[in-house]
């Protein structure tokens, strides 16, 4: 028996129905481009996320585009962000002719290791984007409490943490913006590519859905130059039938994660993610470390388990930044756990047989 890394058919069985008429209604109202799904669907998800405004978007990559336009960002400016993410983070400082300055990871979350941010604000640095990854937020307390003593905005990269909390507080109400990403593999996901901003402050939402509509709310008035980033209504109808299930899909989700926290506690020479006190992980990822990495995990593919390495090169030493000339030793804890990250299958329909495989192909990975 061979498992996913994401199942993502198993979601839409079990909501077939649904979807199908969600769809079907999209096509026959053609309202492909915005419409009634996208309005309704912005109000939803700010209600969940406890934010005052939802902008939604084509995807998470534009989410961050579009928040640094809005907080006013500009050639030479420098944004300080974390050494391990996705690359839209960072490429999108660099889309706006600014610096990102990447600080090293924490090594108990892989998340921006707050103690080494200070160091790297200088008179250019105008913001700081923290990523909560693999579904686990970054010390939002403490990068807020830099940001202000530092005039600083924030943006807070949700694109893998939807609905995570720290002290109860959800994941985008901390900073000045969140962004988010639907990708068809997210927590909550669409099918094809989708994003969204949110954001308590009325006028950054406004600019923000005038840039991302080509510069205006009204077909033809363009208050500014802007781009073409919105959210499509198939899209939309879609996710308006997922997100009513996202917070019974994040419980499975963390008690998937707890099977295997329980099931691999006592192999050794692997790391399984922490859970720091106080944050609750939303598992996007589900990553282990092992110094044999890449031989475990052609024991796990020979074993009919898939893996992925989210990422395989921390963002400084991707050819992308070869031109910052950093070196290894500036983050060491990145460096090291690129080599050593490994991410196991992991969705909210993950059976119990499905991980007792996976786990079992660990074991024999191990020995
Ligand atoms: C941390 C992070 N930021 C941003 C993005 C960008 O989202 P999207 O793929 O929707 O553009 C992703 C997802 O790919 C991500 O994982």
């Known amino acids: 028996m061979s498992i996913p890394f994401v199942d993502l058919h198993a979601q839409y069985r079990a909501l077939k129905?649904?979807?199908?008429?969600?769809?079907?209604?999209?096509?026959?109202?053609?309202?492909?481009?915005?419409?009634?799904?996208?309005?309704?669907?912005?109000?939803?998800?700010?209600?969940?996320?406890?934010?005052?405004?939802?902008?939604?978007?084509?995807?998470?990559?534009?989410?961050?585009?579009?928040?640094?336009?809005?907080?006013?960002?500009?050639?030479?400016?420098?944004?300080?962000?974390?050494?391990?993410?996705?690359?839209?983070?960072?490429?999108?400082?660099?889309?706006?002719?600014?610096?990102?300055?990447?600080?090293?990871?924490?090594?108990?979350?892989?998340?921006?290791?707050?103690?080494?941010?200070?160091?790297?604000?200088?008179?250019?640095?105008?913001?700081?984007?923290?990523?909560h990854l693999y579904g686990q937020m970054a010390?939002?307390?403490?990068?807020?409490?830099?940001?202000?003593?530092?005039?600083?905005?924030?943006?807070?990269?949700?694109?893998?943490?939807?609905?995570?909390?720290?002290?109860?507080?959800?994941?985008?109400?901390?900073?000045?913006?969140?962004?988010?990403?639907?990708?068809?593999?997210?927590?909550?996901?669409?099918?094809?590519?989708?994003?969204?901003?949110?954001?308590?402050?009325p006028s950054l939402a406004r600019h923000m859905a005038c840039f991302a509509r080509h510069g205006g709310l009204v077909k033809g008035d363009h208050e500014m130059e802007g781009i073409n980033s919105r959210l499509d209504g198939l899209q939309a109808a879609i996710l308006r039938v997922k997100l009513p299930h996202l917070v019974s899909w994040t419980t499975q989700r963390r008690a998937v994660a707890k099977r295997y926290d329980i099931m691999m506690a006592d192999i050794a020479h692997i790391k399984t993610p922490t859970e720091v006190s106080g944050r609750e992980h939303v598992y996007h990822l589900y990553v282990i470390e092992s110094e044999n990495r890449d031989e475990m995990a052609e024991v796990l593919k020979a074993n009919g388990v898939p893996t992925v390495v989210n990422y395989k090169r921390a963002l400084p030493f991707l050819p992308a930044y070869a031109h910052l000339g950093h070196r290894p030793e500036e983050f060491p804890v990145a460096f090291r756990l690129q080599n050593q990250i490994l991410s196991l299958p992991i969705f909210a329909e993950l059976t119990e047989q499905q991980q007792d495989i996976v786990v079992s192909a660990v074991r024999d990975a191990v020995a």
């Not at 909550?188 to 308590?200: E, S």
């Open 139 to 201: 010390d939002m307390p403490a990068v807020m409490e830099i940001a202000q003593r530092h005039n600083l905005w924030v943006i807070e990269d949700c694109a893998q943490a939807h609905l995570a909390t720290i002290n109860g507080k959800k994941a985008g109400q901390f900073g000045n913006i969140a962004t988010w990403s639907f990708y068809p593999g997210k927590n909550l996901g669409a099918m094809g590519d989708a994003g969204a901003i949110t954001t308590d402050d």
């Open 17 to 131: 129905d649904e979807i199908d008429e969600a769809i079907a209604r999209t096509i026959a109202n053609s309202s492909f481009v915005r419409g009634h799904d996208v309005e309704a669907f912005e109000a939803e998800y700010s209600q969940l996320m406890e934010a005052k405004h939802t902008v939604s978007c084509a995807n998470g990559t534009d989410a961050l585009y579009i928040a640094m336009k809005a907080l006013g960002i500009k050639a030479g400016d420098e944004v300080i962000t974390t050494a391990q993410s996705w690359i839209s983070t960072s490429e999108t400082i660099g889309q706006h002719g600014a610096k990102p300055v990447f600080v090293d990871i924490d090594p108990t979350t892989s998340t921006i290791d707050v103690s080494r941010i200070a160091e790297k604000i200088t008179s250019r640095t105008v913001g700081i984007i923290p990523v």
